[in-house]
């Protein structure tokens, strides 16, 4: 899905949403049906397979969905100007921490 329809993406995600989860109910009640009579080495195949199947299926979907505000040049600026700021910060607390520890005498305090 292109522009900036937000709706129209969550509509078709919820439909995906509906039939993916059926067809995983049916799935999951005859994967449970068969755990017992399949040996080990079978059933954990199964289930890596199906969780590498899952995680691709999803690397997909997002994919498809394109936002015309934050492309990838734009969130580099973001996460770099992010991670610039939370070092001058913690450079900042370091600094103030370390100021008041270095004051030997202070005049106030006579």
Not at 3 to 31: C, M, P, R, Y
Not at 35 to 62: D, E, G, P, Q
């Amino acid at each position: 899905s292109k522009g900036s329809d937000i709706s129209d993406i969550n509509a078709k995600f919820q439909a995906q949403h509906t039939v993916t989860g059926a067809l995983g109910l049916v799935f999951a009640a005859l994967f449970a049906r068969s755990v017992s009579s399949v040996k080990s080495v079978v059933l954990w195949s199964m289930y890596s397979l199906l969780t590498v199947t899952h995680i691709f299926a999803n690397l997909r979907c997002l994919r498809l969905i394109a936002f015309d505000y934050l492309n990838t040049n734009r969130m580099d600026i973001l996460v770099e100007n992010f991670f610039s700021t939370v070092d001058k910060l913690e450079t900042k607390e370091k600094y103030e921490k370390n100021r008041k520890q270095i004051v030997v005498f202070d005049p106030m305090s006579i």
